[in-house]
């Protein structure tokens, strides 16, 4: 993930985005699948960049808010 785009975001897409994140977190964390160094170090991996992801977006969402004021 060294390549960067930006986008412009409005608040709701913001939060819908967040809201899907949430969503994908959640079934990694509930996935039920045969318990492996690997399989670990996988689901970890995912909820490394999905945790990523929700801080850009939360940063985003909160510098855009105060670019509104």
Known sequence: MSDYLSVDLS???????LQGLRFIRSRVMLDICDPSPKVDCTRQEQLREIGVLVEQLSGAK????TANI
């Open 11 to 17: 608040k709701d897409d913001c939060e819908l985005l």
């Open 62 to 65: 909160s510098t855009s808010a």
